[in-house]
C-alpha cells in the first residue's frame, strides 16, 4: 500500500513503510514505446532512458525485441512484448507463436491481450486456454507473463472473470489497459482487480498515466507495476517534490 500526505509543506510518500524515491518508483515502471510509427532513433531513447533511469522494462512491439535486447545488454532493464496487440483477436496459435518467437529473442516480459470478444460471446474457455498457454510458455523460460483486460470495454463482472482465469492459470500480473482503447486505468479497477487477485499476483496499471499524481493514486489503489510512456517526466517529479537525486 501507498501512502502519501502533505506535512508542514513537506511531501512525503512511501510504500509498505518505505519512502518511495526516484528509484524506487523507476524499478516498478514499464518504460512505454508502442506507437505504429517512428524511428529507430525513438527506440534507442527508449532504452538509453530505461537504462539511465533503471525501469523495470521497455514495452515493445515484437519486431522491436532484437534490438532492445542488443540495446539493453549488460544493463537491469528487460524487455517485454505485447502480444496479440492491440485489439486481441488473434487466434490462440497467433499468439503462443508471437510469445514463442519473443521468448527466443530475449524477451523477458510478455504482455497479452485477451480475446475480448470471445469472452463476451460467452466462450471464457478461449480466454482460458490463451491465459494458460501463455503461462505454459513463459514459467519454464523464467518470463513474467501479463494479461491485459483492456477494462474500458468490459464490465465489472467480466474483469472478474478474466482476473479469477488469470489467477488460476498462474500469470504474474493482470493489466488494465493497452492504452489504445477509448480510456486507460481508473483507480476503480485497479482496486476492483486487486480484489479479486488478492496478494497473489501483480496489478499493472497502464493507459493514460502521464503525472505522478496519477501513478501514486494508481499504486495506493493496489497497482504494484506502472505502464506510462512518461516515465522519465514522472521520475523527474518526483525527484524534485523529495529534493533527491536519482542514483546511477
Given at each position: 500500500m501507498l501512502r502519501s500526505k502533505h506535512s508542514c509543506g513537506h511531501w512525503k510518500v512511501s510504500?509498505?513503510?518505505?519512502?518511495?524515491?526516484?528509484?524506487?518508483?523507476?524499478?516498478?515502471?514499464?518504460?512505454?514505446?508502442?506507437?505504429?510509427?517512428?524511428?529507430?532513433?525513438?527506440?534507442?531513447?527508449?532504452?538509453?532512458?530505461?537504462?539511465?533511469?533503471?525501469?523495470?522494462?521497455v514495452a515493445i512491439n515484437p519486431a522491436e525485441v532484437d534490438k532492445c535486447v542488443q540495446l539493453l545488454r549488460g544493463t537491469t532493464v528487460r524487455v517485454g512484448a505485447a502480444i496479440g496487440f492491440p485489439l486481441g483477436q488473434n487466434t490462440l496459435e497467433v499468439k503462443l507463436y508471437e510469445i514463442r518467437d519473443a521468448i527466443s529473442r530475449g524477451a523477458g516480459e510478455i504482455d497479452m491481450v485477451i480475446n475480448i470478444r470471445a469472452l463476451q460471446s460467452g466462450q471464457p474457455e478461449i480466454v482460458r486456454a490463451?491465459?494458460?498457454?501463455?503461462?505454459?510458455?513463459c514459467?519454464?523460460?523464467?518470463?513474467?507473463?501479463?494479461?491485459?483486460l483492456e477494462t474500458?470495454?468490459?464490465?465489472?463482472?467480466?474483469?472478474?472473470q478474466v482476473c479469477a482465469i488469470a489467477l488460476d492459470s498462474g500469470?504474474?500480473?493482470?493489466?488494465?489497459?493497452?492504452?489504445f482503447g477509448p480510456a486507460g486505468a481508473t483507480v476503480a479497477d485497479v482496486r476492483l482487480m486487486?480484489?479479486?487477485?488478492?496478494?497473489?499476483?501483480?496489478?499493472?496499471?497502464?493507459g493514460g498515466i502521464r503525472t505522478l499524481s496519477t501513478a501514486l493514486d494508481m499504486?495506493?489503489?493496489?497497482?504494484?507495476?506502472?505502464?506510462?510512456?512518461?516515465?522519465?517526466a514522472i521520475i523527474e517529479e518526483l525527484r524534485k517534490r523529495t529534493s533527491t537525486s536519482i542514483p546511477k
Open positions: 510504500v509498505n513503510n518505505e519512502p518511495l524515491t526516484p528509484r524506487s518508483l523507476a524499478a516498478i515502471i514499464d518504460h512505454t514505446f508502442l506507437k505504429p510509427y517512428g524511428s529507430q532513433q525513438d527506440i534507442e531513447r527508449l532504452c538509453q532512458e530505461a537504462s539511465e533511469y533503471s525501469f523495470a522494462m490463451e491465459v494458460a498457454g501463455m503461462t505454459s510458455l514459467k519454464p523460460a523464467g518470463v513474467i507473463s501479463k494479461v491485459i474500458c470495454y468490459l464490465s465489472d463482472e467480466e474483469k472478474r500469470a504474474d500480473f493482470v493489466k488494465t489497459s493497452t492504452g486487486r480484489s479479486v487477485v488478492g496478494q497473489r499476483m501483480g496489478v499493472k496499471a497502464a499504486l495506493e489503489a493496489g497497482a504494484t507495476r506502472i505502464g506510462t510512456s512518461n516515465g522519465v
